[in-house]
T-cell receptor, first 116, second 118 residues
């Protein structure tokens, strides 16, 4: 079974530029998550999708971050414009719908973003 | 409000030593799940174990064991006879429902970096 795929793996941009990350979850997984992991910290949830609907985006900085999950499969996270404090690893994860709150999450390798 | 505290920032042990990683959580819900994840140097978090709030039975799986105590809101993780390959960052996480939406929220602790020296 293929795991969660993310691209690109690394991205370096200048502040005020735009950037987009792509995630393809495990086939059949209904729930998709985007996390931000700043160096030395645990992952922080940015947004959670159930199929193509948003379940929780309370911690997404909506003035600059946006995410979509068209057709309930792969997803794109965008930052526009980027700030220095956005430098982090962006992790995508997915989980099946069974047992909901108790589902373990399967993580992708992440995209390391550096904003100069 | 949810909170997960991993007070140990870094732990260093010599191979074959036992090591316990501490996790303390806060929640108002009576139904929740607790997890441990491992993040090796490659960066990809890997699920290790899940426990629901009604299951305080402790478990041993190979060299890993878990101690869940609701009375102290702790969910500690022990590696017996540690190996160099156990070197990683370990995260404790708490998941609980969001109102009546059918959704749920997971928060992670800050992680404990474990170094196992040969």
């Amino acid at each position: 079974e293929a795991g969660v795929a993310q691209s690109p793996r690394y991205k370096i941009i200048e502040k005020r530029q735009s950037v987009a990350f792509w995630c393809n979850p495990i086939s059949g997984h209904a729930t998709l998550y985007w996390y931000q992991q700043i160096l030395g910290q645990g992952p922080k949830l940015l947004i959670q999708f159930q199929n193509n609907g948003v379940v929780d985006d309370s911690q997404l900085p909506k003035d600059r971050f946006s995410a979509e999950r068209l057709k309930g499969v792969d997803s794109t996270l965008k930052i526009q414009p980027a700030k220095l404090e956005d430098s982090a690893v962006y992790l995508c994860a997915s989980s099946s719908e069974i047992r909901r709150v108790g589902n373990e999450q399967f993580f992708g390798p992440g995209t390391r973003l550096t904003v100069l | 409000a949810q909170k997960v505290t991993q007070a140990q920032t870094e732990i260093s042990v010599v191979e074959k030593e036992d090591v316990t990683l501490d996790c303390v959580y806060e929640t108002r819900d009576t139904t929740y799940y607790l997890f441990w994840y491992k993040q090796p140097p490659s960066g990809e978090l890997v699920f290790l174990i899940r426990r629901n709030s009604f299951d305080e039975q402790n478990e041993i799986s190979g060299r890993y064991s878990w101690n869940f105590q609701k009375s102290t809101s702790s969910f500690n993780f022990t590696i017996t006879a540690s190996q160099v390959v156990d070197s990683a960052v370990y995260f404790c996480a708490l998941s609980e429902a969001i109102g009546y939406t059918g959704g749920f929220k997971t928060i992670f602790g800050a992680g404990t970096r474990l170094f196992v020296k040969a």
